[in-house]
């Protein structure tokens, strides 16, 4: 039998996958939790075979807190569960030890089939998540100064309001706004934060 621990804050998705892993013979889920800060504390005393954690909470992102789950168990087997897929969030997921990617609107035998196989220790990443994945395979990555300007350049923000929050010369944030339309491939703001927040590489917390 394989033991799931479900971390997520929406109560009918959390309803939804407890039908499902209810009507499976395989499969028993042991805990529940709709907060991250529940949901460690009973990852850490249920030590489940594989966890669904929710990717977002208002108290915190599960890419960020993924660490934690391995300090707990360095075995752990997690199974990121997203709104939707950016590739920026999928690739930090996965290079922080998660074993599977999947969307809300995933199909439940595909579900069941993510659970079986990260149970097995296996990667399982959905075909149209690979594909999302595939087309940004080899493109530089953002510098971590690139990265806070192109956060407020999603917030709004001018390059002198971004010069004066970063200490530095507008000339040098335009170097930097030029660099990230460059390493995303876009050519004016309005389309970086489009490609920003579809990609996932600036987190909106609506």
């Given at each position: 039998?394989?033991?799931?621990?479900?971390i997520?804050?929406?109560?009918?998705?959390?309803?939804?996958?407890?039908?499902?892993?209810?009507?499976?013979?395989?499969?028993?889920?042991?805990?529940?939790?709709?907060?991250?800060?529940?949901?460690?504390?009973?990852?850490?005393?249920?030590?489940?075979?594989?966890?669904?954690?929710?990717?977002?909470?208002?108290?915190?992102?599960?890419?960020?807190?993924?660490?934690?789950?391995?300090?707990?168990?360095?075995?752990?087997k997690?199974?990121?569960?997203?709104?939707?897929?950016?590739?920026?969030?999928?690739?930090?997921?996965?290079?922080?030890?998660?074993?599977?990617?999947?969307?809300?609107?995933?199909?439940?035998?595909?579900?069941?089939?993510?659970?079986?196989?990260?149970?097995?220790?296996?990667?399982?990443?959905?075909?149209?998540?690979?594909?999302?994945?595939?087309?940004?395979?080899?493109?530089?990555?953002?510098?971590?100064?690139?990265?806070?300007?192109?956060?407020?350049?999603?917030?709004?923000?001018?390059?002198?309001?971004?010069?004066?929050?970063?200490?530095?010369?507008?000339?040098?944030?335009?170097?930097?706004?030029?660099?990230?339309?460059?390493?995303?491939?876009v050519?004016?703001?309005t389309?970086?934060?489009?490609?920003?927040?579809?990609?996932?590489?600036?987190?909106?917390?609506?």
């Amino acid at each position: 039998m394989i033991r799931v621990l479900l971390i997520e804050n929406q109560t009918l998705t959390r309803l939804g996958i407890k039908t499902l892993l209810a009507a499976t013979d395989d499969i028993e889920l042991i805990g529940e939790a709709d907060n991250a800060a529940d949901g460690l504390k009973s990852f850490a005393e249920l030590k489940p075979d594989v966890a669904i954690l929710g990717l977002r909470f208002p108290d915190s992102c599960t890419i960020d807190d993924l660490d934690n789950y391995f300090v707990a168990t360095p075995s752990a087997k997690i199974i990121v569960l997203a709104e939707h897929a950016g590739d920026a969030e999928i690739t930090r997921a996965l290079r922080k030890g998660a074993l599977g990617y999947i969307c809300k609107d995933v199909e439940p035998d595909e579900l069941l089939k993510a659970i079986r196989t990260v149970n097995a220790g296996r990667k399982y990443i959905p075909a149209d998540i690979a594909k999302i994945l595939s087309e940004h395979v080899g493109g530089e990555e953002l510098t971590a100064t690139e990265s806070n300007v192109l956060r407020m350049i999603v917030g709004g923000m001018s390059n002198k309001e971004i010069a004066f929050a970063l200490d530095i010369s507008e000339n040098t944030v335009k170097t930097h706004v030029q660099n990230i339309f460059g390493k995303i491939g876009v050519s004016d703001r309005t389309s970086a934060t489009t490609t920003a927040i579809k990609r996932g590489l600036v987190r909106v917390d609506l």
